[in-house]
């Protein structure tokens, strides 16, 4: 009778700590999955931080750029004034 008792009460222990065990794992695994989130985000991060560096050098690559066609636009202006004198001094040397 005291067996039967005491293996009833070992049972119902047993089935609690199965029950914690398996809390524990769960939590395990939540904790796991936090982790690789966490990792991943960081990851994610690191790309949107080296992404923003290309952008900011393309757009101060490009600033230049701007500078450099306007003055190239600028040259093409007063080429363009000059355009009618050179095309007449150059007709005049072939002719000649």
């Not at 199965?18 to 790309?47: H, P, Y």
């Not at 093409?76 to 004034?81: E, F, K, R, S, T």
């Amino acid at each position: 009778a005291e067996f039967n008792e005491v293996s009833r009460k070992l049972n119902e222990k047993r089935s609690e700590l199965k029950k914690v065990m398996d809390k524990c794992q769960a939590l395990e695994d939540k904790l796991q999955a936090m982790v690789q989130e966490q990792t991943d985000l960081n990851n994610e991060g690191d790309d949107c931080t080296k992404k923003l560096e290309r952008a900011e050098a393309l757009i101060s690559s490009l600033g230049g750029e701007k500078l450099r066609w306007t003055d190239n636009a600028k040259q093409l202006g007063h080429d363009y004034v000059n355009l009618m004198g050179d095309v007449i001094v150059a007709s005049g040397i072939i002719a000649y």
